[in-house]
C-alpha cells in the first residue's frame, strides 16, 4: 500500500467501523451514522447517512512509505510501517495496555544497506511474518521476511551507525537487523501479496518479474517476465487470481498457468495509483488513475477458467463517480457489501460511497419479471389474487398463453364455441366468432347450391368480402309496407328486400335460409340466452309488436327476471301511430332514462319518422350486427351504402371486431384487424381469423404473415411444441402455400442420391421409409442397402446391423432398451427406426437405441469417441410445457 505525499487508507481487520488515513502521519477514524457522531468535536461527513470521528493520531513515524495493519486480534492496532530508509517501525494507534503490545510497539527492523522501502505485508496465518519489499541494492536482498517476534540482535550498534534519517534515535535494544528470510537478490521489489492458498508462498513484482517464492526452498522461485509487477493483488474469492499493473494497464493472472496474462484489460490514458478486489463480491476489481475522479469497476462474472480452455471471459466494465474532487485512494469496506471509503489528494476529503450494482433484467414469455440487484433477486409476477384479478385486466400474453391451452381457435365445426374457449366473457371475441361462423355457413351453402346448379362463378367469395361490398351490388330491392303482425293495422313504415339484402341478414344471424322461415330460430336462441331485451327489439323490428310483448313478459317472469320488463310490455302495448298522440309525446322524453339500449331503441323506433333512424343506427351500445341487420330493412338503396361506410370506419379506427361483418376477410377486414392488433396485441385472434380468409388476397399480405410467425414464436417461447404443430396443420389445411417443402434427405454415402425418395419420383416426405421395415413389423421386406448404388447403409452403433433393419428385428441392447416400451405405439414404432446422427462426430444409429442409450450416458456410443451428443443440443434437453 503506497503512501507519499497522497493520503492512503487501510481498513481495520478486525473492527468494521475504524480505518486509518496515512499521508504524513497516521490518523484513526471511526465511522458511524450522522445522528450518533454528530454532537461531537471534529465530526467529518462521509454520506448523508454517515460521518467518521476522529480518535487517535500518530505523527512518531515520519517518512512514511506504506503501512500495514496487523492481521489478528491482539494486539488489535498494531500497525508496520515502511520508511524511506528501508527501516519497518511497529507502532500503535490509541491506548492499549496489553503487555504483547507493549513488546511490539517501537521495534524496529533495519536493512543492511538503507534504501526505501516500498512494500510491506503480513501473512494472513502465521502473523508473526512481516515481508518486506525494499529498491534495488546490488549486494543486499531486496525481499526481508521479519519475523516480529524474535529477539534483539547483538549486532544493534552496528545498524544504529547506520541510521541517517532517524530525527529521533531510539533505543538500540528494539532494533532488528537479522531478517528470518533474505530474497530477491541484485533486484528490486516493488510489490508484494502473501498467497492465499498457501501461507509459505510470496508472490513479488520485482524489477522485471512477478516471482513466487516458497518459504519451505528459498532458493527457488516461479517467475514470469513482465512488465505488470505493481500492485500485486490476490482475488479473495478466487485465490488462483492475481492482479498486477504497469502504468495504464491492469493484468489479471492464473497462478495455474502462469506463463501469461489471462486478460489485459484496456489500457488507462493516465498511469494507475491503486488496483484492488472487492471482498465482498465475487469477480470486482476497482482501479484508480492519477489525478482521476472516477473509480473504474471490471466485473468478471464468469467461473474461473480451466486449464486448458483458451477463451476469454467476458468483461463488464463501467466507472463511478463517488465524489467531485479528485482522488487520492479509495479503500473496500471489509463487510459492507460494494462500499467504499475515498479519500481526497488534497486536504483529507473523505467519501462513504457504495456501488450499486448493475440491474439485470429477464422477463420470461410467461410474463413473470425476474431482476438481480446486488444479492438480491427479486420476481415480480402477475396478481392473480381473487379480488385484485376482476380490478386489474390480464395481460394479453397470459390471456393468449390460457386461450392456446384450452386449443382456442381450432373448433372447426361448431366455429361459435370458440369464443367459449377464450373464457366467453369477451363481447369482441363473441361476435367474431358468430361473424366467421355465419360466413362460413353461407359459403358451405352457396357452394351446394352451385354445386347443384353447376355453376363454376365468383360468387362463392362474395360472402368473404363482408356486407358492406354485398349491399353495394344490390339490385332489383323492393320496396313493401307490411302491416303489423297480429294485426290489421296497416304501418307507414316501408322495408326493403333484395336477394343480397337477405344474405346480409342471414350474416348478421338474424336469417336461417331465405325470408320465408323468418326470424322465429334466433328469436328462440336469444330467448335461450336469456336476452329478453334484445329478442323483443329483434320482433318488433320484425314488426311483430306482439311478439315483443310476449317475450318481455316471459322475461319479468323468468327466474331472476326484471320485473319492469311488464312496464315496458305495457308502454308497447299502447302504441299508436297518431303524430300528435301523448303516447309518443311520453315515449320519445322518457325512453332516454332506461338503462337497457335494447329498450332504448325499441321506442326510437317506434317514434321515428320513416327513413330517419338515427335513434337506433348510432346507438353505440346495441351489436353491430343488429344495427347492421336493421338497416338493411329499412333504409333504401340510397341510405344504406352511406350508413354502412361510416359504420365501417368507425370500425376500423376503433379496432372494433364486430365490424368484421362489414368488411369480411377481405382487404378491409386486414386494416381492421390491423387496428385491433395495434391496440391490444392480440396476435393470436388474427391469425386464426385471417386464416379463414380467402388464399390468394388476405393470407398472402405481409401484416397477416408477420401476425401468423409471431403467434408461432409466441407459441415455442412457451414450449407449447406440440400445439404449434397443430396450428401448422391447421394452417397448411387452410393455406397448401405454407406447407414447408422437405429439408432433410438421407443421402448414400457412395452415390449421393436420397435413400428414401430414389424409388419414387413424388415428393411426399413421409414416403419411402416403409420399404425400409421403418413400420416395425419384422414381416416387412427390409432393405439395408442404397436403392441407387447397392452399396450398404451405415450401421447403428449400438447394435451394429446395417440401417434399414427395423428394431424389432434387432437384437436387444442391454437394460437401457428393457426401459422403453419400444412397440407402445405404431407411431413410436416408426420412429424408432428413423436415421439419427450427431451433427457433431457424425456418429449414430437406430433413434429408438439412441434415446435409451443417452437416458443413462452423456457420451457418445461408439468408443474413443467423447463427443456429449445430447448436451450439444440446448433445446433438446427442455420438457414441452403443454404435454398433449
Known amino acids: ?197 498457501d501461507p509459505k508462498l510470496l508472490l513479488a513484482g520485482m524489477h522485471r518479474n512477478l516471482a513466487i517464492f516458497d518459504l519451505r526452498n528459498t532458493s527457488q522461485k516461479t517467475f514470469v517476465n513482465t512488465k505488470a509487477i505493481q500492485g500485486v493483488t490476490v482475488d479473495p474469492h478466487f485465490p488462483d487470481r492475481v492482479a498486477s499493473f504497469f502504468e495504464g494497464q491492469v493484468a489479471i493472472w492464473d497462478l495455474r498457468k502462469f506463463e501469461k496474462p489471462v486478460l489485459t484489460l484496456t489500457e488507462q490514458p493516465k498511469p494507475l495509483t491503486k488496483v484492488a478486489w472487492c471482498p465482498t463480491r465475487n469477480g470486482l476489481l476497482a482501479t484508480l488513475t492519477r489525478d482521476s475522479n472516477i473509480i473504474r469497476l471490471y466485473d468478471m462474472q464468469h467461473t474461473p477458467t480451466p486449464i486448458g480452455d483458451e477463451t476469454e471471459p467476458t468483461i463488464i466494465e463501467r466507472s463511478v463517480q463517488p465524489c467531485e474532487s479528485q482522488i487520492g485512494s479509495f479503500a473496500w469496506h471489509p463487510s459492507s457489501q460494494n462500499r467504499m471509503v475515498v479519500v481526497s489528494a488534497a486536504n483529507r476529503v473523505m467519501t462513504d460511497f457504495t456501488v450499486f450494482e448493475r440491474i439485470s433484467l429477464a422477463w420470461s414469455s410467461t410474463t413473470s419479471l425476474m431482476w438481480a440487484c446486488g444479492r438480491h433477486l427479486y420476481d415480480c409476477v402477475e396478481d392473480g389474487a381473487e379480488g385484485v384479478e376482476s380490478v386489474i385486466e390480464k395481460d394479453i400474453a397470459t390471456k393468449m398463453r390460457q386461450r392456446a391451452q384450452s386449443r382456442y381457435g381450432h373448433d372447426t365445426v361448431q366455429v361459435w364455441r370458440n369464443h367459449l374457449l377464450a373464457g366467453g366473457n369477451d363481447p369482441q371475441l363473441k361476435s367474431l366468432w358468430y361473424d366467421l361462423f355465419y360466413i362460413l355457413l353461407s359459403h358451405m351453402k352457396q357452394c351446394a347450391e352451385d354445386m347443384e346448379l353447376k355453376l363454376q362463378g365468383n360468387k362463392q367469395s362474395v360472402v368473404y368480402s363482408g356486407i358492406k361490398n354485398i349491399v353495394k351490388t344490390s339490385s332489383g330491392t323492393k320496396e313493401s309496407r307490411r302491416c303489423w303482425n297480429g294485426s290489421d293495422r296497416q304501418t307507414d313504415l316501408p322495408r326493403y328486400d333484395s336477394e343480397e339484402r337477405c344474405l346480409a341478414l342471414r350474416l348478421c344471424g338474424w336469417m336461417s335460409r331465405g325470408p320465408d322461415i323468418g326470424v322465429e330460430v334466433f328469436l328462440r336462441s336469444l330467448e335461450q340466452d336469456r336476452e329478453w331485451e334484445r329478442a323483443a327489439a329483434v320482433a318488433l323490428f320484425n314488426l311483430d309488436i306482439r311478439r315483443a310483448i310476449q317475450i318481455l313478459n316471459k322475461g319479468a317472469t323468468a327466474e331472476k327476471g326484471d320485473l319492469n320488463l311488464n312496464v315496458v310490455a305495457m308502454a308497447l302495448s299502447g302504441y299508436t301511430d297518431e303524430k300528435s298522440s301523448l303516447w309518443r309525446e311520453m315515449c320519445s322524453s322518457l325512453r332516454l332514462q332506461l338503462k ?58 376503433a379496432g372494433n371486431l364486430e365490424g368484421i361483418l362489414l368488411t369480411g376477410l377481405s382487404k378491409d377486414g386486414v386494416d381492421l384487424m390491423e387496428s385491433h392488433v395495434d391496440r391490444t396485441g392480440d396476435v393470436q385472434t388474427a391469425s386464426f381469423c385471417m386464416l379463414k380468409g380467402s388464399p390468394g388476397e388476405v393470407l398472402k399480405d405481409p401484416r397477416v404473415q408477420c401476425w401468423i410467425e409471431n403467434y408461432r414464436n409466441l407459441l415455442d417461447a412457451w414450449r407449447f411444441w406440440h400445439k404449434r404443430a397443430e396450428f401448422d396443420i391447421y394452417r397448411g389445411k387452410l393455406d397448401p402455400s405454407s406447407k414447408p417443402l422437405a429439408q432433410v434427405f438421407v443421402s448414400c454415402n457412395f452415390c449421393g442420391k436420397s435413400i428414401s425418395y430414389s424409388c419414387s419420383a413424388m415428393p411426399h416426405q413421409g414416403r419411402g421409409f416403409s420399404q425400409y421395415g421403418v413400420s416395425g413389423s419384422p414381416t416387412k421386406s427390409k432393405v439395408t442397402s442404397c436403392p441407387g448404388c447397392r452399396k450398404p447403409l451405415p450401421r447403428c452403433a449400438l447394435c451394429l446391423m446395417n440401417m434399414g433393419t427395423p428394431v424389432s428385428n434387432c437384437p436387444g441392447t442391454g437394460k437401457s432398451d428393457e426401459k422403453v416400451d419400444l412397440t407402445r405405439e405404431n407411431k413410436l414404432a416408426q420412429f424408432n427406426n428413423w436415421f439419427t446422427w450427431c451433427h457433431n462426430c457424425r456418429h449414430g444409429g437406430h433413434a429408438g437405441h439412441m434415446l435409451s442409450w443417452f437416458r443413462d450416458h452423456t457420451e457418445c456410443p461408439v468408443s474413443a469417441c467423447t463427443c456429449k451428443c445430447m448436451q450439444l443440443d440446448t433445446t433438446g434437453n427442455l420438457v414441452p410445457s403443454d404435454s398433449s
Open 1 to 197: 500500500i503506497m503512501s507519499g505525499s497522497k493520503p492512503d487508507i487501510l481498513w481495520s481487520p478486525h473492527h468494521p467501523d475504524h480505518y486509518v488515513i496515512c499521508d504524513s502521519e497516521l490518523g484513526l477514524y471511526r465511522i458511524g451514522p450522522v445522528g450518533s457522531s454528530e454532537t461531537k468535536a471534529g465530526t467529518l461527513p462521509l454520506s448523508e447517512e454517515t460521518a467518521a470521528t476522529l480518535l487517535a493520531i500518530n505523527s512518531d513515524t515520519p517518512y512514511m512509505k506504506c503501512v500495514a495493519w496487523y492481521p489478528k486480534h491482539e494486539p488489535e492496532c498494531l500497525l508496520a510501517v515502511g520508511q524511506a530508509n528501508g527501516r519497518v517501525v511497529l507502532t500503535s494507534l490509541g491506548q492499549s495496555h496489553n503487555s504483547t503490545c507493549k513488546e511490539l510497539v517501537g521495534k524496529e527492523f533495519v536493512p543492511k544497506h538503507a534504501r526505501q522501502c516500498n512494500t510491506l505485508a503480513w501473512n494472513p496465518v502465521d502473523s508473526n511474518l512481516l515481508a518486506a519489499g525494499l529498491d534495488k541494492h546490488r549486494a543486499d536482498f531486496s525481499v526481508l521476511i521479519w519475523d516480529i517476534s524474535s529477539k534483539f540482535s547483538s549486532e544493534a550498534s552496528v545498524a544504529s551507525e547506520k541510521i541517517r534519517l532517524s530525527s529521533v534515535d531510539l533505543d538500540s535494544s528494539s532494533v532488528v537487523t537479522k531478517p528470518l528470510y533474505e530474497l530477491g537478490q541484485n533486484d528490486a521489489c516493488l510489490s508484494l501479496c502473501w498467497l492465499l492458498r
Open 596 to 653: 337497457n339500449p335494447y329498450l332504448c331503441v325499441m321506442f326510437a323506433f317506434l317514434t321515428s319518422e320513416p327513413g330517419a333512424y338515427d335513434g337506433v343506427l348510432y346507438e353505440s351500445s346495441v351489436a353491430v350486427r343488429d344495427r347492421v341487420a336493421f338497416a338493411c330493412m329499412f333504409l333504401s338503396d340510397a341510405q344504406l351504402p352511406r350508413y354502412m361506410d361510416k359504420l365501417t370506419n368507425e370500425m376500423k379506427e
